[in-house]
């Protein structure tokens, strides 16, 4: 599992280095970063997407240890 704070290119684009991790990230955040103007926070997005990797998308606070 890799948690994202936010999907800025220096706290996510190590991601795919993980390729079976599951990525848990904030919906309003990946929401955002789908919708931005600059290109490359969108491509942050693509880049997960295009592992294979799953993406949790929590709201607010969330228990990772159930």
Not at 13 to 30: F, K, M, S, Y
Not at 32 to 39: E, F, T
Not at 57 to 65: A, F, K, R
Request: hydrophobic share 40%.
């Amino acid at each position: 599992m890799v948690v994202n704070s936010h999907l800025h290119y220096d706290h996510s684009g190590g991601n795919g280095q993980i390729p079976d991790a599951e990525v848990v990230v904030q919906a309003r955040e990946w929401a955002h970063a789908k919708a931005a103007v600059r290109p490359g926070i969108w491509a942050i997005c693509r880049r997960i997407s295009d592992t294979g990797q799953r993406v949790r998308q929590v709201e607010g606070e969330y228990d990772l240890i159930r």
